[in-house]
């Protein structure tokens, strides 16, 4: 249970906390910069990222979920750039969706170098 000071209402405490902690994470990936080599060295559902654009992600936690929800098997992209398969969903020549945007941010590492 969280003790509640007094004279602090806890939503904003909350947010700013969250807020805090969802910029740092960003932040951290930011400087990372990844090798093409790298990025082949992860290329197993074990240990997947997948570039997209130049940004890289570890959606190794995510692979299960993708497939059993979406029933399409990211596999296939672990250790690729995965660009193609990002701007043309299912074939259907559609890109992802805003969600899978905002879901796609929170497994960002770095990105690739140059």
């Known amino acids: 249970m969280v ?5 602090i209402r806890r939503a904003p405490v909350l947010l ?7 910029a740092g994470c960003a932040l951290a990936g930011e400087d990372r910069t990844i090798s093409r080599t790298d990025l082949q060295g992860h290329a197993t559902p074990e240990s997947c990222w997948i570039q997209i654009e130049s940004t890289i992600y570890d959606v190794t936690e995510y692979l299960a979920e993708h497939k059993d929800k979406h029933e399409y098997d990211l596999a296939r992209w672990c250790g690729k750039d995965a660009t193609p398969g990002w701007l043309d969903k299912d074939g259907k020549a559609k890109p992802h969706s ?3 945007q905002n879901l796609l941010v929170r497994y960002r590492i770095g990105n690739i170098s140059p």
């Open 3 to 7: 003790k509640q000071i007094p004279g």
């Open 16 to 22: 700013l906390l969250a807020a805090s902690l969802t």
């Open 98 to 100: 805003r969600k899978a």
